[in-house]
């Protein structure tokens, strides 16, 4: 009787995937699209690149009820790699995304309009380039967790990338909660990933008197502080070549030097500063100044 | 009622306890962490001297005073109703995928009724075996979780302290269980609660500090952290885990529910033998009236007023009252002698 009980269970454990729905009645979507022109506007592409026709609607619900009307399928965003926002829509659909419809957390959040973007997609290739760019220590890890942890921080703004004309690797951008959108320079967004967390092994390259040289860098960490209402940032980073030491704090002193000011002049926070301010006790204001002092040790 | 070991007590509390963890229902900030531990401390402080002076004759009690009995029925009906209430208002709709909450909802009694029918025993001998999944998923968790933990997030915050220590006692509903249950175990009761309260704490501190730190301000939005969390903790790029959290929202709740049921039945069968057959059903139909019609706050504010009542008060009266009655009798044999 036990077998036959141990059988039976067994048995429906092999049949959990049975039901009327195939695979065929779903759509997989690899990169979503949203603009809010009047109505969002909601674009999609599956894993076979397969782009469909843009749907409208006046919430998410009604966009992918739409979508599934559209396709004849049901919409699963579960797996989705990448999200394009542009300024009209911003981040704000982005929260019912993930805590209602299941959006990946790890999901890429790309600056774009989607109407142009969705024009010629290459999502694989794209993804591809941020995640290579983000290990090569040239783009700070950014992805959907993130962004909207920075987006409802007092600052209200969120670092996303960006695939500028002409450029093969991905920039970065400060979306601001009322559209704008404030552009960071190459060194600000090498600047940058020093300053956010980060890990660390891979070759950067120096320029040096003897020329070219490369060096590995073994780790980086960030220790924060705050004295006498003074924000200090201190980059740590070890190396493998020592006598290039040198060179290389000099450049990340600069990069460092120059992604502060820039999100200083911004009016943003991407680098954590309302955490220290609020672990400090001293309660962050939008328009509050702010003294960061930054240095620099190369092991 | 047969005899259940230790650890199966210790588990099957536990687990009942950890449906409530899931469902804590906001963030009051880092100072939550201590308040839990606080909180389990009290409930250690008032169980050890309790279960001391009552070594396993309390349903005895019961059986004698029906009106007690009665009191208990409805307190474990009550958070059974919570359970369902929370179940409602909590459940993200990946998290409960069945056509509508009420379905879910009834299709969960039905198998509570199913499980309740076997006896407390058979519950307490699954409990174990439910535990090693819900490790299994909350190792999952902690994985998913681990690689956006943000110590800076963490601050040393005393404000809020009082509001946690409440909410924690307000989801301990299944502490009164401890009295009903003490007599179905042998020896080492005290390892048993001892193990059960250490270990749901934990596991709320763990909650709270990964919501805390991997969750940052995205707790504060959604409610509800521990499912704030399952949202942000996807271990895996090419597979979600959503499925293991099914698994593990549902049987929390199933060994919850059927604890409560489970009691009622124990309870009801020691006052009236004919309600064997049908308590479990009735008491099953009445969780969901009950919460149909009460929000879980409501609900968890009588559990937590009723809570120190039914584990401190009545049984300090009860023991008083029958050591004051065991004096009397001496002095009365001795004025006969």
Same mark, same amino acid.
């Given at each position: ?118 024009? *010629? ?169 702010? *003294? ?8 | ?34 308040? +839990? ?22 349903? &005895?009690?019961?059986?004698? &005073? ?93 404000? &809020? ?12 509903? !299944? ?8 007599? +179905? ?42 499912? +704030? ?46 309600? %064997? ?22 609900? %968890? &504010? ?28 001496? !002095?009365?044999?001795? %004025?006969?002698?």
């Amino acid at each position: 009787m036990k077998f036959l009980k141990l059988s039976v269970i067994g048995l429906c454990l092999l049949f959990t995937g049975c039901s009327s729905e195939t695979i065929s009645d779903r759509l997989y979507t690899q990169a979503i699209g949203l603009t809010c022109n009047g109505k969002l506007s909601f674009y999609t592409q599956d894993f076979n690149q397969n782009l469909t026709a843009p749907v409208e609607g006046i919430s998410i619900a009604e966009v992918l009820r739409q979508e599934e009307s559209a396709n004849g399928g049901k919409v699963f965003i579960g797996h989705t790699e990448l999200l394009c926002l542009d300024g009209t829509c911003t981040l704000n659909p982005a929260e019912e995304l993930l805590f209602q419809n299941g959006l990946s957390p790890a999901c890429k959040v790309l600056y774009a309009k989607p109407e142009e973007y969705f024009q *010629t997609p290459d999502n694989a290739g794209l993804i591809h380039q941020i995640r290579m760019s983000e290990q090569n220590g040239l783009l700070s890890t950014t992805e959907l967790a993130t962004a909207l942890n920075e987006w409802h921080g007092i600052w209200e703004t969120a670092l996303l990338p960006v695939q500028k004309a002409g450029q093969s690797v991905p920039s970065l951008v400060l979306l601001h909660k009322d559209g704008r959108c404030t552009e960071l320079s190459d060194f600000a967004v090498k600047g940058m990933y020093w300053l956010r967390r980060n890990t660390g092994d891979f070759k950067i390259t120096l320029q040096t008197p003897d020329g070219e040289q490369e060096t590995l860098i073994r780790s980086c960490r960030t220790e924060k502080q705050i004295e006498n209402q003074k924000i200090f940032y201190h980059v740590i980073v070890r190396t493998g070549t020592p006598e290039l030491n040198g060179t290389l704090q000099r450049l990340i002193e600069k990069q460092c030097i120059c992604a502060v000011d820039e999100m200083l002049s911004a009016k943003a926070d991407v680098i954590g500063i309302q955490e220290l301010l609020e672990n400090a006790g001293i309660k962050p204001e939008k328009d509050m100044p702010l *003294t960061i002092q930054l240095s620099v040790t190369v092991q | 009622m047969s005899r259940i070991h230790n650890h199966q007590l210790a588990a099957i509390l536990f687990l009942s306890g950890a449906w409530s963890v899931i469902c804590i229902p906001s963030l009051y900030g880092n100072s939550q962490m201590l308040s +839990t531990a606080a909180a389990c401390l009290i409930q250690i402080l008032l169980c050890l001297p309790m279960l001391a002076l009552y070594p396993g004759t309390f349903s &005895n009690q019961i059986k004698s &005073n029906k009106i007690l009995g009665v009191i208990y029925i409805l307190f474990f009906l009550i958070c059974g109703a919570n359970g369902f209430s929370q179940l409602w208002e909590a459940a993200p709709p990946q998290l409960l995928p069945a056509s509508g909450k009420l379905t879910a909802s009834v299709l969960i009694a039905l198998t509570c009724f199913y499980t309740s029918s076997a006896g407390l025993r058979a519950t307490a001998r699954a409990a174990p075996i439910v535990m090693s999944l819900f490790v299994i998923s909350v190792i999952v968790l902690i994985l998913g979780a681990w690689r956006r933990v943000d110590l800076s997030r963490i601050s040393l915050q005393t404000d &809020n302290f009082l509001p946690g220590i409440r909410t924690y006692f307000s989801l301990s509903g !299944e502490l009164a269980a401890v009295w009903i249950l003490s007599d +179905t175990i042998q020896n080492h009761k005290n390892i048993a609660v001892n193990s059960y309260l250490i270990a749901k704490a934990l596991f709320c501190i763990l909650i709270l500090f990964f919501s805390i730190t991997a969750g940052g301000r995205l707790i504060h939005l959604n409610g509800y952290p521990f499912f +704030t969390l399952t949202a942000l903790s996807q271990p895996l790029q090419g597979q979600r885990a959503d499925a293991l959290y099914i698994l593990v929202f549902v049987m929390l709740h199933i060994m919850h529910t059927t604890l409560q049921t489970g009691i009622v039945e124990h309870i009801s069968e020691q006052m009236y033998p004919i309600t %064997e057959k049908w308590s479990a059903p009735v008491s099953l139909i009445f969780m969901l009236i009950l919460a149909y019609f009460f929000k879980s706050a409501v609900l %968890e &504010n009588i559990i937590f007023w009723a809570l120190p009542v039914l584990t401190v008060i009545i049984p300090l009266i009860l023991r008083t009252r029958q050591f004051l009655r065991n004096i009397r009798k001496k !002095e009365h044999s001795y %004025e006969i002698s």
